[in-house]
């Protein structure tokens, strides 16, 4: 089955840019997500990208796909406190109802 | 709309002790699912619903169960409670078509002693 790896822990200066990295198994995953969890809470959909985009930006963030690579990483430009919190790379087949989660990245942010 | 509200928000049992954790969406979606998160480990896919009535086994069932005689609830079981299963619990739900975006609840801290 679809397995999603992360690594755990990302530290980052206020002000620089934080790239979190995920790798996942399955080719045929359609949907490639990242969401994000603030202590306490509920994980929350970030962004996504299509597995026929190569690239996604929004605001500060930017998706890079990599689909030879299986390779999905997530740019967070301009890096704030407001960032930290912990990030999850997630994966989904076309028809599936299953969403595969990866054990997540967490961000510290230095001020 | 509330989304998705989890109840309890903490709950410490006694080995051998059952509760249920009750999910509910306002949101009118077809799919709910129950997760747990363990340090390390990210989200676990517990069980998980396509619609009222229906429920189907995720990628750790072991030790739960599952109900969804409404759309818009679904429940989770530990019928004799494990310090195995001392977790944060997560329910989700998401509709079919689109992004399948999931809504999350808030989480339920579970502690078995």
């Known amino acids: 089955g679809e397995d999603v790896e992360q690594s755990l822990f990302l530290s980052v200066r206020e002000g620089d840019s934080s790239v979190i990295n995920c790798t996942y198994t399955d080719s045929s995953s359609t949907y490639l997500y990242w969401y994000k969890q603030e202590p306490g809470a509920g994980l929350q959909l970030l962004t996504y990208i299509f597995s026929n985009m190569d690239m996604k930006q929004d605001q500060r963030l930017t998706v890079l796909l990599n689909k030879k690579d299986k390779h999905l990483s997530l740019r967070i430009a301009d890096t704030q406190t407001g960032d930290s919190a912990i990030y999850f790379c997630a994966g989904r087949n076309t028809g599936g109802f299953k969403t595969i989660f990866g054990a997540g990245t967490r961000l510290f942010v230095k001020a | 709309n509330a989304g998705v509200t989890q109840t309890p928000k903490f709950r410490v049992l006694k080995t051998g002790q059952s509760m249920t954790l009750l999910c509910a969406q306002d949101?009118?979606?077809?799919?709910m699912y129950w997760y747990r998160q363990d340090p390390g480990m990210g989200l676990r896919l517990i069980h998980y619903s396509v619609g009222e009535g229906t429920t189907a086994k995720g990628e750790v069932p072991d030790g739960y169960n599952v109900s969804r005689l409404k759309k818009q609830n679904f429940l989770l079981g530990l019928e004799s409670a494990a310090p195995s299963q001392t977790s944060v619990y997560f329910c989700?739900?998401?509709?079919?078509?689109?992004?399948?975006?999931?809504?999350f609840g808030p989480g339920t801290r579970l502690t078995v002693t």
């Open positions: 949101m009118n979606h077809e799919y």
């Open positions: 989700a739900s998401s509709s079919p078509g689109g992004v399948y975006e999931q809504y």
